[in-house]
């Protein structure tokens, strides 16, 4: 299996900007499908963006397009989620996932998590 490490959040004002990164290890970055979702308090998991295992491919929330940015390096087995234009209602848990058979948009649809990274924008 593969384990998954985030950081980079924090706290940020309003149209401030924060990267996360994600940290795999364990197997083959290169062979996983990556996503980053989220989670606000009394709210479900929603999925943000996705990218597929070479980058070609990426996908977003329409609530984020435009303003976050996946990506990876493989060669350094890390996925990075730069976002800008932060807005209150982006605070939530990010939490990074992996998946080899799909790059998905559900939270069912990647296997592997990690712990999440607590992101708080002020207004």
């Known amino acids: 299996q593969v384990q998954l490490v985030e950081s980079g959040g924090g706290l940020v004002q309003a149209g401030g900007s924060l990267r996360l990164s994600c940290a795999a290890s364990?197997?083959?970055?290169?062979?996983?499908?990556m996503g980053w979702f989220r989670q606000a308090p009394g709210k479900v998991r929603e999925f943000v963006a996705s990218i597929s295992w070479s980058g070609g491919g990426t996908y977003y929330a329409d609530s984020v397009k435009g303003r976050f940015t996946i990506s990876r390096d493989n060669a350094k087995n890390t996925v990075y989620l730069q976002m800008n234009s932060l807005k209150p209602e982006d605070t939530a848990v990010y939490f990074c996932a992996a998946d080899q058979r799909r790059v998905g948009l559900n939270p069912y649809e990647f296997e592997f998590w990690g712990q999440g990274t607590q992101v708080t924008v002020s207004s």
């Open positions: 364990g197997r083959t970055f290169s062979n996983y499908a």
